[in-house]
């Protein structure tokens, strides 16, 4: 239902070998150290509200046992590795664990399972400490961050500084995969009116922590892994050095600082 509280959709499957073992000693269940109950694979297909592939995660390792060392807080459960991913994923490692929220509903294999959504579930919530292999970051020209006015392209600099409800240009690399796709490596083709190749995941600009509104986002024309972010500083931001922070696939990228005067 959603992703870091963004809306979202997908597909979660499953897969246990169970082997129900316990400290305790218990007929019909392995004695082990630890309790948990069995092997797991899992694996998360991630998409857009609109129904576009984001990308898809893997996860292997033991469930049921209790979350592993250095876990985010509020994870409680299960010991899985992010194996790796697809799309906006590729390349991603990491680790995965979950903390239940209410009461799941155990379904029969006798119920129809295209009746699931009518009949209802439980509620769970998915803990994911993702590394990703790349992220996204704003390039560096010598006179700072390449960023620019969006009405005649000059750089912003402290003595051109940008302005609350201004439209201002990003050159950023590492937002991935874009639509309509091309092969791996292969530089964006020069421009043509109408043949933009727009990113294809979730893009998010915030100023000092408020949403920015994102005009655009695509491939940058003959240039191969540099994009092009069009957004709107907001209306009422403060005046002084702003922190800006940009985020794809829900990836975060280092903040950089622009002056607003």
Same mark, same amino acid.
């Given at each position: 239902?959603?992703? @870091? ?6 597909? !979660?499957?499953? +897969? ?13 269940? &392995?004695?082990?150290?630890? %309790? ?5 694979? !899992? ?15 893997? &996860?292997? =390792? ?8 250095? *876990? $985010?807080?509020?994870? @409680?459960?299960? /010991?899985?590795?992010?194996? =790796? ?6 390349? &991603? +490692?990491?680790?995965? %664990? ?6 799941? +509903?155990?379904? *029969? ?9 009518? @009949?209802?579930?439980?509620? +769970?919530?998915?803990?994911? #400490? ?15 961050? &390449?960023?620019? #006015? ?25 937002? =991935? ?16 009116? =109408?043949?933009? #190749?727009?990113? /294809? *995941? $979730? ?16 491939? !940058?024309?003959?240039? /191969? @892994? ?16 702003? %922190? ?7 990836? /975060? ?5 622009? $002056?607003?005067?």
């Amino acid at each position: 239902m959603a992703v @870091n509280g963004k809306p979202a959709r997908g597909l !979660w499957v499953a +897969r246990c070998t169970p082997l129900e073992f316990t400290t305790t000693l218990t007929p019909g269940q &392995a004695i082990a150290d630890i %309790s948990g109950f069995g092997v797991n694979d !899992w694996h998360f297909m991630i998409l857009q509200p609109d129904g576009t592939h984001v990308g898809t995660l893997m &996860a292997l =390792g033991i469930g049921g046992t209790a979350a592993p060392p250095g *876990s $985010p807080i509020g994870a @409680n459960v299960h /010991n899985l590795t992010i194996a =790796g991913g697809t799309g906006a994923f590729l390349g &991603a +490692r990491g680790q995965y %664990s979950n903390k239940e929220i209410g009461t799941s +509903r155990a379904a *029969s294999m006798t119920e129809d399972p295209a009746n699931r959504r009518i @009949n209802g579930g439980g509620k +769970r919530r998915d803990i994911i #400490h993702l590394i990703p292999a790349t992220w996204p970051e704003v390039l560096t020209l010598p006179t700072g961050p &390449a960023i620019f #006015h969006g009405e005649d392209f000059s750089p912003v600099t402290a003595e051109k500084p940008a302005q609350a409800g201004e439209r201002l240009i990003l050159s950023v690399s590492g937002l =991935g995969p874009v639509r309509p796709k091309l092969n791996p490596g292969q530089p964006f083709p020069p421009y043509q009116e =109408g043949k933009l #190749h727009e990113v /294809n *995941s $979730p893009v998010e600009v915030t100023v000092n922590g408020r949403e920015a509104p994102v005009v655009n986002k695509i491939g !940058w024309p003959t240039m /191969n @892994n540099v994009y092009r972010v069009d957004f709107v500083v907001p209306e009422g931001t403060a005046a002084g050095t702003a %922190s800006l922070g940009l985020s794809v696939a829900w990836i /975060n990228g280092p903040e950089v600082k622009i $002056p607003v005067p």
